[in-house]
């Protein structure tokens, strides 16, 4: 009696022990090879329809009369749904937040010149702001970053896929701001921001901007399949935008302060700067796969 106590006991560890075997299996599936880069898209989400990685490895962004090069790699990542607006003669996708919170990640880009190429402690006339310039110039904290951030929610977001193939139009919508960083103007130093974004209408096509800028022209770069033709791979693309507006900064040095800085900074890079005086030019690798090939290839590799 007591053998087939023991016996029924270790079968029922046993069946346990195989259910938690099971379970730890499923809840370790993983993404494999290509696939990987679109861990952080939401391709359990049933109104997913493709998973999107973009690398902008280079290009510059002009702002008003200052010009920041894009030395440091930035990510957009993340899914589209079906569209749900057409203009332009093209329909567009609505964007679909990165799992992980970070849609569009926040990589500072080094400002040339520094600090001091948009401030000069000396024209400072009020004494407090000048010696706290003049304070943070003698430590040596002259760096200046500037890091590109979404401005409203991920489904703000419209792509085109039509547009983006076809070199016409606008195949990336995006609003931005732009995060001024260095200890001196405190941690609130934006051009741009959620209610008054920096609209970017970017396209592989050539731009028809307002005069002083002239016309620039992207590419959709060239295409390459991977992992069995289950991932779209487009090198050397090109988005541009050189026809959007920037307004001044705001919120620099921080409460009372801002009074003083914000004229100054914007006096010194060009801001507010109208449509026809900034531009944005993306050079991106671009990964694309249907998002039920992505949950396939984590199903099938536990």
Not at 122 to 146: D, H, M, Q, V, Y
Not at 230 to 235: A, D, E, Q, R, S
Request: charged letters at 15%.
């Amino acid at each position: 009696m007591r053998t087939q106590r023991r016996r029924r006991a270790l079968s029922a560890l046993l069946l346990t022990a195989l259910a938690v075997l099971g379970l730890t299996a499923s809840a370790q599936a993983k993404l494999t090879g290509e696939f990987t880069r679109f861990a952080n898209c939401p391709y359990t989400n049933a109104k997913a329809i493709k998973c999107i990685y973009s690398v902008t490895n280079s290009g510059e962004v002009v702002l008003g009369s200052k010009t920041v090069p894009i030395v440091n790699p930035v990510v957009l990542q993340g899914a589209y749904a079906e569209p749900v607006e057409e203009k332009e003669g093209a329909e567009f996708y609505p964007f679909l937040a990165a799992t992980n919170g970070i849609t569009l990640s926040k990589v500072p880009q080094p400002v040339p010149g520094g600090l001091a190429g948009i401030v000069n402690c000396k024209a400072i006339s009020e004494p407090f702001l000048r010696f706290s310039c003049e304070l943070t110039f003698e430590n040596g904290i002259t760096g200046l970053n500037s890091t590109l951030e979404l401005a409203k929610p991920a489904t703000d977001i419209r792509i085109s896929e039509n547009n983006l193939a076809g070199e016409i139009g606008t195949a990336l919508q995006m609003p931005v701001k732009f995060h001024l960083e260095n200890p001196f103007l405190g941690s609130s130093c934006y051009v741009g921001s959620s209610s008054n974004p920096i609209t970017w209408k970017l396209t592989t096509g050539t731009t028809k901007p307002p005069l002083p800028n002239t016309p620039i022209t992207g590419t959709g770069g060239e295409g390459e399949f991977l992992e069995g033709f289950k991932i779209l791979k487009l090198n050397n693309a090109k988005l541009v935008d050189n026809s959007w507006a920037a307004p001044g900064v705001s919120g620099c040095g921080g409460f009372l302060v801002e009074l003083l800085l914000n004229p100054i900074i914007n006096s010194a890079s060009g801001l507010p700067a109208a449509a026809g005086r900034n531009t944005a030019i993306l050079k991106n690798t671009i990964y694309q796969s249907a998002a039920v090939t992505v949950k396939k290839n984590n199903e099938e590799n536990p």
